[in-house]
């Protein structure tokens, strides 16, 4: 069987953990504490990060890869086959990781950096998110890998206090659908 090494509360592992779990491969999940990494994770993979997926011949140390891996595998049940080389789908993933995830660090972490202007870096997470005008079962109206990928900076940035109020209905709406959902809650559970 195929081994994760992982941290719950890492946004790029609850990708890796969720796409894993959605397309129905079976995985075991090593969690790590990051403040001692186990010796084996540091030798297959010397960055220390999470999350990291290997055996029977497979190792994968990116999320993005990860959740690649999980969908051309298996299509999970009700989502849509989106191509990993849809122009709009690359854009989207190029501005959550460029844009929407400094912001969010920006953001949450705030007093680690010089002169954040927190208005500022809401109206730049929340100009990510007005994007999505679908959002019927997903991002992009019907469910795909892009709600792996994005979901977890999402629920991050909702999680931060006092801007919430901005967010359009929709987007509320999807984020509480999905965070309730079974397969969320399986790979969350502690």
Same mark, same amino acid.
């Given at each position: 069987?195929?081994?994760?090494?992982?941290?719950?509360?890492?946004?790029?592992?609850?990708?890796?953990?969720?796409?894993?779990?959605?397309?129905?491969?079976?995985?075991?999940?090593?969690?790590?504490?990051?403040?001692?990494?186990?010796?084996?994770?540091?030798?297959?993979?010397?960055?220390?990060?999470?999350?990291?997926?290997?055996?029977?011949?497979?190792?994968?140390?990116?999320?993005?890869?990860?959740? @690649? =891996?999980?969908?051309?595998?298996?299509?999970? /049940?009700?989502?849509?086959? %989106?191509? &990993?080389?849809?122009? #709009?789908?690359?854009?989207?993933?190029?501005?959550?990781?460029?844009?929407?995830?400094?912001?969010?660090?920006?953001?949450?972490?705030?007093? @680690? =950096?010089?002169?954040?202007?927190?208005?500022? /870096?809401?109206?730049?997470? %929340?100009? &990510?998110?007005?994007? #999505?005008?679908?959002?019927?079962?997903?991002?992009?109206?019907?469910?795909?890998?892009?709600?792996?990928?994005?979901?977890?900076?999402?629920?991050?940035?909702?999680?931060?206090?006092?801007?919430? /109020?901005?967010?359009?209905?929709?987007?509320?709406?999807?984020?509480?659908?999905?965070?309730?959902?079974?397969?969320?809650?399986?790979?969350?559970?502690?």
């Amino acid at each position: 069987m195929i081994q994760l090494y992982s941290f719950r509360r890492c946004p790029y592992a609850i990708r890796a953990r969720w796409s894993l779990y959605l397309s129905g491969i079976p995985y075991q999940v090593i969690e790590v504490n990051l403040k001692d990494k186990p010796s084996h994770l540091l030798e297959i993979s010397p960055k220390g990060t999470v999350p990291v997926l290997f055996g029977d011949g497979l190792f994968i140390d990116e999320s993005i890869d990860i959740v @690649r =891996y999980a969908f051309t595998q298996q299509l999970p /049940e009700g989502f849509a086959n %989106l191509s &990993f080389d849809d122009p #709009f789908a690359r854009k989207v993933v190029d501005q959550l990781h460029q844009v929407f995830i400094p912001s969010l660090n920006r953001f949450k972490y705030a007093t @680690r =950096y010089e002169d954040v202007d927190l208005h500022y /870096e809401q109206m730049v997470m %929340l100009g &990510f998110l007005l994007q #999505f005008k679908g959002l019927d079962d997903g991002l992009l109206g019907s469910k795909t890998w892009l709600d792996c990928v994005c979901l977890p900076f999402i629920r991050q940035a909702y999680k931060a206090d006092g801007w919430t /109020e901005l967010w359009p209905d929709q987007m509320l709406s999807w984020l509480e659908v999905q965070l309730a959902s079974d397969s969320f809650k399986a790979i969350m559970a502690k």
